[in-house]
């Protein structure tokens, strides 16, 4: 992900109101010191966010439970 990529992602999540997942034991391969995977969302609710390391894949897996949140405005 080059800066330029990078800005262009968060100013859509910012534009369309998302937040991203935040990973307490962030485990997600990287690429030049920047996550490869993002899980954006809206009106839910994270009840968990986990990466499961793996050898099987050039991508960790990203796990993330939501329960419904607010209904928007």
């Known amino acids: 992900w080059s800066r330029p ?3 262009a992602l968060y100013r859509f ?4 109101s998302l937040r991203q ?3 307490t034991d962030d485990q997600r391969r990287r690429a030049f010191g920047r996550p490869l995977d ?3 969302y809206r009106g839910l609710n994270v009840n968990e966010a986990s990466v499961l390391v793996t050898r099987a894949s050039d991508h960790n897996p990203l ?6 949140g607010k209904p928007e405005q």
């Open 63 to 68: 796990l993330v439970e939501f329960s419904p």
């Open 5 to 7: 990529r990078m800005n």
């Open 38 to 40: 993002f899980v954006f």
């Open 13 to 16: 999540a910012r534009e369309m």
């Open 21 to 23: 997942v935040r990973f």
